[in-house]
């Protein structure tokens, strides 16, 4: 299970950490993803940390302002955001799928971390 926490509420410019735990299991052969969704809108990518090189991908939209990284030690994944912008304001949800998953689909998701940015 995946618990994600962190969320809050911030002024434009600000910055916020999530992070996201794995109970019960290890990051160790997972790709672990970000997502986010605002209302009234699609699910949308944030970033991954691949299982293979530790590798990092993000959004067009949060390139240079978050950064995500994760601690094997804690089973933790985290995603650093700087410079919150309005359009940032969403739910926050970290997911994970194995590395040599087929389907390119996540399968395990978190419940969810509130990300509200005031201007």
């Known amino acids: 299970q995946l618990q994600a926490s962190g969320g809050g509420s911030v002024q434009a410019g600000g910055s916020l950490r999530l992070s996201c735990a794995a109970s019960?299991?290890?990051?160790?052969?997972?790709?672990v993803g970000w997502f986010r969704q605002a209302p009234g809108k699609e699910r949308e990518f944030v970033s991954v940390i691949t299982y293979r090189g530790r590798t990092t991908s993000y959004a067009d939209s949060v390139k240079d302002r978050f950064t995500i990284s994760i601690d094997n030690g804690k089973n933790t994944v985290y995603l650093q955001m700087n410079g919150l912008k309005p359009e940032d304001t969403a739910k926050y949800y970290c997911?994970?799928?194995?590395?040599?998953?087929?389907?390119?689909?996540?399968?395990?998701w978190g419940q969810g971390t509130l990300v509200t940015v005031s201007s």
């Open positions: 997911a994970a799928k194995h590395f040599a998953s087929t389907s390119g689909e996540f399968y395990y």
């Open positions: 019960g299991r290890s990051f160790v052969g997972y790709d």
